[in-house]
C-alpha cells in the first residue's frame, strides 16, 4: 500500500514516538524524519506538528497532508500550506480521555480548596473545620467533541454544567448558549473552561472585557491554545480579585518564558502543555485507514475545513 | 411534633452548623448543645458525633440515638452506648457526591504526575516530553454506597476498576471480588482506594501483608477510617517502595500528631479527614423524618445493625 516513504516533520522527541508506533502498527512503511528527508518530491504522504517555517514548499507531489494532533492552528497559521492537497487531522478517542481528567482535576482543585490543604500540610497545621469545598458552576467555552466530553463528565460527577458554543448544541442535562447568549452565559458560570479551537475568531478572545463578564472570583481552566489568552490580562484580572486563580495549560509563547510571571504567581497552576497529547498508536491506524480511502477515492474521516480552521 | 428539647453532643464548631441548620429547616425545635444540656433526662433524641467519653450514661430516657454522619465507630466504640434504643445514621446524598470527587482528585493526581508538574513550576521547567500520564488499574477496597459510588464515576471517566466487599455485589462494568478473592483483588490492581466501614475486621486492615499483595509501586488513597491503616507499616511500604506514594484523609490518632512523619514525607499527601463532610441541612430533615416514624411506630430508616457495626 505504501510504495514511497512517509515524512515526517516535527521535534526529534515527537518524531521518535511516531516512528516507533509504526515500527509496531505499520512495519512495511519506511518513515523519514526531518533532515532524513533528503528527497521531498518523493513524498505523497507528509505528517507534521509544529514543522519548521518554510519546510512545506520542497513537498511538491503530496497526496495528503496530516496534523498530528486534534488542532490544526500550526498549520493554518503557515502561508506555504499547499492549498489543493486535503489536510487531515487525528481525533483520538483517548485525546477526550486525557483531557477530560485534566480538567476535572483542575476544576476539583479549586472546588476543594487543595492549594489550601498543600500549604496547611507544609506548616503541619490540621484544619478540620474550614470549608472545605466552594459551590460553583461550571462553564465549558467551545462545544466540540473535546468540551461536551468534559462537560458531560463533570455533569456526571454532580455539578452544574453551562455551555457556550457559535452554533446551538443539544447536549442531555447541559445548558447550552449559543450565538449573542456569550455574555449571559459568562455571568451565570464561576468556573469557565476554554476547549475552543485557536481561529482568528478566537484569538484573544480570553481578555479583560471577558472576564469583566464572570462573576468576581471567578477562577479560569484553559487547555486549548495560548493565543486564546491575553496574559497581561489575566494578570491584571488575578490582581484585581476578579479572577480567584487559573489552571493552565497553554501560553501565548511556549516554552513559557523563564520571565514570565504567571510561573510563580501563587493563584496560578502550570503544566507544560501536556492536558492532552495524541497518542500515536491510535494515530498510525487512523493515519493508513486515510491512506486507503484516498487509493480508493473513499472520501477523508477527519478532514479539515479550511474555511472554519478546523 | 418535638415537645422536648434535643441533645446535642459534638465539638462546638460542629455542634453551631447543626445549630444553624435546624434554626433554618426546623425552627420550631429547641436544641441545646454540651453544657447547655442540664438536664439529661429530658431528653428523647441526641444527636451525637465524638461525643466525650461517658457522656451517655446520664441519658436515661432516649428513644433514639443519632449519628451525625455516615459512620458510627465513634459510637461503637463506647461501653456506655443504650442497649435498647435504636440507633440511626445521617446517609447524607451529597456524601457520595464530596467523597466521590475527593478520590477522583487523588487518583487523577497520582496518574497525570501532577506532584512533578508542580514541583517543575517552582523550578521554572517545562518538560513537555516526559510521559504526563501513568497506566493505572484502579481497585475500590469496600462497595457499599460510597464505594460504589466512586468506582461507577471513576468507571465513567473511563478507567479500570475492579471492586471488593466481603459479599457478593453485582455493579455494572466493575469487576466485583468478594469472600476469599481479597488476593485475587489486590494483585489485580494498582491504585488501591479504601472506603470500608471501621469494624473489628477492618482494623488495621491495611498493614504490611496487604501492602505486599499489590503490586510493587501500587498507590493508596485511605478515605475510610484511620484505624484501618497501619502507619508504621505504611512508612515501610513506601521506603522499600513497595507503595509509590499515598493520599491520606484519616490517620490513626487525629489530629495528626505534630511529630509524625507522614507531614513531610514526599509521597504522602495530607487532608485533615475533611473528604466528605455530612452537611447539615440535609441531615435535619432527615432526623425530622425519622422522629416521625418513632411517633408514628413506622420502621426507621438508616438504622444501625449492632451486629455487623455499621
Not at 503530496?62 to 498549520?75: E, I, N, P, R, T
Not at 492549594?115 to 506548616?123: A, G, P
Not at 464572570?214 to 494578570?235: C, F, H, M, T, W
Amino acid at each position: 500500500m505504501f510504495q514511497k516513504p512517509i515524512g515526517l516533520l516535527t521535534p526529534k522527541p515527537i518524531g521518535e514516538s511516531w516512528i516507533k508506533a509504526f515500527q509496531k502498527e505499520a512495519p512495511e512503511v519506511t518513515v523519514l524524519l526531518n533532515e532524513a528527508l533528503t528527497d521531498p518530491s518523493e513524498v505523497e504522504l507528509l505528517l507534521v506538528w509544529k514543522h519548521p517555517k518554510s519546510s512545506l514548499q520542497r513537498f511538491n507531489n503530496l497526496q495528503l497532508l496530516y496534523s498530528l494532533g486534534a488542532g490544526v492552528d500550526h498549520l493554518m497559521s503557515d502561508p506555504d500550506i499547499p492549498k489543493d492537497v486535503p489536510i487531515c487531522r487525528i481525533v483520538d478517542p483517548l485525546l477526550a480521555f486525557s483531557m477530560s481528567n485534566y480538567i476535572v482535576y483542575a476544576v476539583l482543585d479549586f472546588q476543594r480548596r487543595m492549594d489550601k490543604y498543600r500549604q496547611d500540610q507544609q506548616q503541619k497545621i490540621w484544619d478540620h473545620y474550614a470549608a472545605p469545598e466552594r459551590s460553583i458552576r461550571i462553564g465549558v467555552l467551545g462545544l466540540g467533541t473535546l468540551g461536551q466530553d468534559a462537560a458531560l463528565k463533570l455533569k456526571g460527577l454532580g455539578f452544574d454544567v453551562a455551555g457556550y458554543s457559535p452554533s446551538p448544541k443539544n447536549i442531555p442535562e447541559i445548558t447550552c448558549h449559543h450565538g449573542d447568549q456569550l455574555s449571559a452565559f459568562l455571568q451565570s458560570v464561576n468556573v469557565l473552561i476554554c476547549t475552543v479551537p485557536y481561529t482568528s475568531k478566537t484569538h484573544a478572545l480570553l481578555n479583560a472585557s471577558l472576564f469583566q463578564q464572570l462573576p468576581k472570583g471567578s477562577y479560569l481552566i484553559n487547555v486549548a491554545r495560548g493565543k486564546v489568552q491575553v496574559e497581561k490580562d489575566l494578570l491584571e484580572a488575578l490582581e484585581t480579585h476578579q479572577l480567584s486563580g487559573a489552571f493552565l495549560d497553554v501560553f501565548e509563547t511556549e516554552p513559557l518564558p523563564k520571565d514570565s510571571p504567571l510561573w510563580h504567581h501563587p493563584k496560578v497552576q502550570i503544566t507544560p502543555h501536556i492536558a492532552s497529547i495524541t497518542k500515536p498508536e491510535a494515530g498510525v491506524r487512523q493515519i493508513v485507514a486515510n491512506w486507503e480511502r484516498i487509493q480508493n477515492n473513499a472520501p477523508l474521516e477527519h478532514q479539515v475545513n479550511l474555511q472554519k480552521g478546523y
